[in-house]
C-alpha cells in the first residue's frame, strides 16, 4: 500500500482534514508561524530543490511550509546546484561545505533547517555559522531525525551506497533525487546543547510522527504506530529544536 492510503488507514482523521494528529510538518510550522513576521529576513538552510512544497499534495501543511510572502526576504542556500531551480524563495545560493555562509554578520530573525542536521559532518563549524548569521534573539529553528529513535538506527544500518535503493523501497514516497549521505553528528539532545554552547537558549521537543520505513505494509505500519505511541522519550524518531541567539550586551 501507498503512504497515503495507510494514513488514511490508520489515521482517520486523514479522511477529514488532509493530515494527521501527529503531523510532524504541522507540529514544527506550528512554531514557526507563531513567530515569523511580515518584518523578518529568513534564511531556508539546506532548502535542495523545494522538494516538501513540490510533492506535498495538502494544501493546508503546503501552505504552512511556505514562508515566502509571508516574511519580508527569503533566502535559501544548499550544497545542492538545484537549489538555484527552488522557485519558493526570493534569493538562492549554492554552497560549500566547509567555508563560510554568504551572508553577513546578524542578517537573520529566523533560520529554518529541514531535515539537514543529519547530514553536517563538521557540527561545531555549521552552528558557529548559523549563530553568526542570526541576529541577537533571532531563532534557528530545524527538524532532524534523533539518532537513537528507529529512522536514524535503521539508517545507519545501511550503507550510504545503498541509501537510495533501500530508502525508495522502504519509504514509497520517497525519490532518489532527495536521498543524501548522512552523519549523524548533530542528532541527540546532548550533540546539539554541546554544538550550540552558551551562545543560545536551546529547546528540544522529541515527536513522534507517522510511521516511516514501513516498505508499504500494513503490518510494520501498525507495528510502528504502536512503538512510536509507547516507546521512551528517549528514542522518539526526531527532534524538533528550536535555539534562540543570546544577546552579546
Partial sequence: MDDESLKRRFYPEVNIGGFTHVDGTVSFFNQIAAIVRPS?????????????????????????????GRCKHLDGCDVDPVILENPFLDDAKVIVTGEPLPYENERFDLVVARFVFEHIEDPHFVISELLR??????????VTPNKWGYIAMSARMVPNRLHVKVLTRSQPNRKAKDVFPTQ????????????????ADVY???HAPEPSYHFGMPWLYRLLKFANK???DAMSPVLNVYARKRSTD
Avoid: C
Fill in 40 to 68: 523578518d529576513t529568513v534564511l531556508d538552510f539546506g532548502a535542495g530543490r523545494g522538494g516538501p512544497l513540490f510533492d506535498d499534495q495538502v494544501e493546508f501543511r503546503r501552505s504552512m511550509a511556505d514562508l515566502k
Fill in 133 to 142: 548569521v542570526a541576529k541577537p534573539g533571532g531563532v534557528i529553528a530545524a
Fill in 184 to 199: 549523524y553528528k548533530l542528532n541527540t539532545p546532548r550533540a546539539l546543547t554541546d554544538a550550540f554552547g552558551d551562545r
Fill in 204 to 206: 528540544i521537543v522529541r
Fill in 230 to 232: 509507547h516507546a521512551p
